[in-house]
């Protein structure tokens, strides 16, 4: 038999657990939306220097501006009062001393000589650089031997370029240049069908430490 004296109280319960976790989920709502991408994102900062936007760098830097729009990083790209450090600047720093001093060297932020300009976007990389067996990153390696932000594909080799993905590879790596007897047919395919470029549990930065590694390729039966 229902008690019908709780009825009410059950309904109202309900009603006020419905109310509570609404509120709650206005204020997550209204907590995301104010947020800065600054939070997230944070370009190089630079002491006393404002941001100028990518108009500024073309007087200049007319060739790089000019192709850039070829580049992968070109999609990040924002055209609007609110976003114009989000251009050039967004790994440069702020460029207003830069211009002011008329280009002088030390006013503007290198970042071939810093990967973690990279890293604030690239986090997996960083976790790559990071694993037992990786490219010592910073050392003798910079991000931009392998990587071209300023035109085409952020890969300097393979899709319509001149140069091979596996040339890419070969500017360091000579000895595994050829020519050879016998060939491994992986190569044609380019040097990460077998390896992670950045870094990997691995020895020799091999995708997996296992015979998987090969039958990826070589799955036919033996009889």
């Known amino acids: 038999m229902t008690n019908e004296p709780n009825a009410p109280a059950r309904g109202g319960s309900r009603k006020l657990r419905a109310v509570i976790m609404g509120g709650v989920a206005s204020i997550m709502v209204f907590a995301a939306c104010s947020i800065s991408y600054e939070s997230y994102f944070r370009p190089p900062q630079i002491p006393g ?5 990518v108009s500024s760098c073309e007087e200049c830097h007319e060739q790089i501006v000019g192709e850039f729009d070829s580049a992968t ?7 609007s009062a609110h976003a114009e450090d989000m251009g050039c600047e967004a790994c440069h720093g702020p460029g207003s001393i ?4 008329g280009g002088e060297l030390g006013t503007i932020h290198n970042p ?10 690239h986090l997996d990389v960083k976790g790559s650089f990071n694993l037992a067996h990786a490219h010592p990153i910073g050392e003798n390696v910079t991000c ?3 990587h071209d932000p300023h035109k085409g594909g952020a ?3 393979g899709g319509t370029a001149m140069m091979g993905e596996a040339e890419t590879c070969l500017q360091c790596h000579q000895a595994q240049a ?7 047919e992986a190569t044609r395919d380019g040097c990460t069908v077998c390896h992670s470029p950045h870094g990997s549990p691995s020895e020799k930065l091999l995708k ?6 090969c039958l990826q390729c070589h799955f036919q039966t033996q009889t």
Do not use: W
């Open 49 to 53: 220097a404002t941001f100028q936007g």
């Open 73 to 79: 990083h070109a999609r990040l790209m924002a055209n």
């Open 98 to 101: 830069h211009i002011e001093s």
């Open 112 to 121: 071939k000589t810093d990967p973690e300009t990279c890293y604030q976007c």
């Open 144 to 146: 931009n031997d392998c």
């Open 155 to 157: 890969i300097k080799g």
């Open 178 to 184: 050829g020519p050879f007897v016998f060939e491994h």
């Open 208 to 213: 997996t430490s296992n015979q998987m590694l």
